[in-house]
């Protein structure tokens, strides 16, 4: 399908206000962008289309895929299970080191598509037997009607849903969208305004108060990709830790590895020493469960204990090798694990 295909069949938004002469506003995230008639979005999923803003993704997946639950990841969340994917084309950051960008920063008839509809989603769940659908690979917030209509009925199906997030988004959308959602692994890639407004075309502020609102809704954990020379120093490592423990030293923190990819190739992969001493730094400052991913480490990706120190969930890769967690309780000393078990 080219682009005059995909306008006859775009889905009108939700959260967009009407200026005038037909131009709109679109309030669905930070960006609010400003669009005459014809114009996109900078996430290139929305139009205006003659003094309308709809969505040009809704219903057309790019990626649909069964991932475990740890690839998001989610080390507190129904541990072993597998999650249905998806994913459509677009973006509302433009990261520099993007590993998706062939999808994140396309248009929808530049990427291959299938026509899935939500009940579709949900029936393809059902059919795989899997009790997690995730919203992942791009970012969800710029798909937000077909990940609403999904998740709505995949709540009804007692299937649970989980989104991976820049959360970039305005706070009405996601407080309607949270009523539906049960966990979010938010990529939160620096502390520093402007590391957000040179590498990512974003602003930090907003993504603060995004995640301090799914925090008091909903099971979250926080990746941080360490990129060497521009998110790596003591500085940049204390800051992610202060404002993670700022929400609750049960917060699970993933430092991950960066690789050169996108407009980043040119710098160095993130040394796994780098990823030791912040692992370390964050659990000396007092959260209880960091990890260490991208790297291929069995004590980094272990669940330890908080209380006795033993390991109560071990994991290769992505895989959960040994699980001793009962109810939620570790096995050995009784203390409660913060999660989602069951």
Not at 111 to 131: D, L, N
Not at 187 to 196: A, N, T, V, W
Request: charged content about 25%; hydrophobic content about 40%.
């Amino acid at each position: 399908m080219d682009a005059e295909e995909i306008k006859k069949e775009a889905k009108e938004a939700l959260y967009w206000k009407s200026i005038n002469d037909k131009i709109v506003q679109c309030t669905l995230c930070p960006n609010f962008c400003v669009l005459k008639p014809d114009e996109y979005g900078k996430c290139k999923a929305r139009q205006n289309i003659n003094g309308k803003l709809y969505t040009l993704v809704y219903a057309k997946p790019c990626s649909i895929a069964l991932d475990p639950i740890e690839k998001k990841p989610l080390y507190h969340f129904l541990p072993g299970n597998e999650a249905l994917s998806i994913a459509t084309a677009g973006c509302n950051l433009h990261c520099k080191h993007c590993q998706n960008w062939e999808i994140s920063q396309a248009f929808v008839w530049q990427v291959p598509f299938e026509k899935v509809s939500p009940e579709s989603i949900v029936e393809h769940a059902k059919q795989a037997g899997v009790k997690i659908i995730s919203y992942t690979y791009t970012e969800p917030t710029i798909f937000y009607e077909y990940m609403l209509d999904i998740a709505k009925i995949a709540k009804k199906e007692k299937i649970k849903n989980v989104m991976v997030t820049n959360a970039y988004i305005n706070p009405e959308p996601l407080k309607e969208l949270l009523k539906y959602m049960d966990a979010a692994n938010i990529d939160l890639k620096s502390m520093k305004p402007e590391f957000y407004e040179q590498i990512c075309d974003a602003r930090l502020q907003p993504i603060l108060e995004a995640i301090k609102i799914m925090h008091k809704k909903i099971w979250i954990e926080i990746t941080n990709l360490i990129i060497p020379t521009l998110n790596d120093s003591d500085e940049d490592i204390n800051s992610i830790i202060q404002f993670v423990k700022s929400l609750n030293k049960d917060v699970p923190l993933h430092f991950t590895a960066f690789w050169p990819a996108y407009k980043l190739e040119h710098l160095p992969p993130t040394e796994e020493s780098t990823l030791l001493k912040a692992r370390e730094k964050a659990i000396e400052q007092g959260l209880r469960y960091v990890y260490a991913g991208n790297i291929h480490n069995i004590e980094t990706n272990t669940t330890y204990c908080w209380k006795c120190g033993k390991p109560v969930i071990r994991r290769i890769g992505f895989m959960v090798i040994e699980n001793a967690l009962k109810k939620g309780k570790c096995s050995y000393c009784n203390a409660t694990i913060a999660g989602v078990w069951d």
